[in-house]
């Protein structure tokens, strides 16, 4: 199976700050990424595909890069409402795979 | 819009089983696929099992293969996760996803249900 590893497993951080979430693929998985984000209690969301496509009704703040094996998502002022958790995913393989998840908080 | 609602959540014994099932509903369910996916308690995400738009061709975890069986009924817009011989170790909060086509490949989980609690625990 692709290994999934990402970084930092959690950070604080402030509002206005601008964050930067690293995942890593344990072999190329071309731009076959995801990403969501999980508030305490609630089912994942969608927030970015194909590495750097913007999901329908994510605010502009958030934007994701990468290809192959390194990946970044990119939160350029942190707001209140994006303190949660952010798993990274890939869907290259018919083994789908998770990161095991960045926490952001104050 | 898009809405799923699983259901069939419990508490179950070790080497019990349980059906969960996920009602889909603001689109044409036949024509995407789904997988279910869980999440034990604080911990991450795992994938479980996927099933293309017809039910034709299924794929699962090692860590359920030959225990869990993921079907559909397209004629009424449900997708179920039959799971036999449970153990302590597959309790979690199981969530049903849609992909954005039908067939899986190379298709993200754009779409997630609230969740529904299964606890093996005797």
């Known amino acids: 199976d692709i290994q999934m590893t990402q970084s930092p497993s959690s950070l604080s951080a402030s509002v206005g700050d601008r964050v930067t979430i690293t995942c890593r693929a344990s072999?190329?998985?071309?731009?076959?990424l995801a990403w969501f984000q999980q508030k305490p209690g609630k089912a994942p969301k969608s927030l970015i595909y194909a590495a750097s496509n913007l999901q329908s009704g994510v605010p502009s703040r958030f934007s994701g890069s990468g290809s192959e094996t390194d990946f970044t998502l990119t939160i350029s002022s942190l707001q209140p409402e994006d303190f949660a958790t952010y798993y990274c995913q890939q869907y290259n393989s018919y083994r789908w795979t998770f990161g095991q998840g960045t926490k952001v908080d104050i | 819009q898009v809405q799923l609602v699983e259901s069939g959540g419990g508490v179950v014994q070790p080497g019990r089983s349980l059906r969960l099932s996920c009602v889909a509903s603001g689109f044409t369910f036949r024509s995407y696929g789904m997988h279910w996916v869980r999440q034990a308690p604080g911990k991450g995400l795992e994938w479980v099992a996927g099933?293309?738009?017809?039910?034709?061709?299924?794929y699962y975890a090692d860590s359920v293969k030959g225990r869990f069986t993921i079907s559909r009924d397209n004629s009424k817009n449900t997708l179920y996760l039959q799971m036999n011989s449970l153990r302590a170790e597959d309790t979690a909060i199981y969530y049903c996803?849609?992909?954005?086509?039908?067939?899986?490949?190379?298709?993200?989980?754009?779409?997630w249900g609230q969740g529904t609690l299964v606890t093996v625990s005797s």
């Open positions: 072999q190329g998985i071309s731009n076959y």
């Open positions: 996803a849609r992909v954005p086509g039908g067939l899986l490949g190379e298709e993200y989980f754009e779409y």
């Open positions: 099933v293309w738009y017809d039910g034709s061709k299924k």
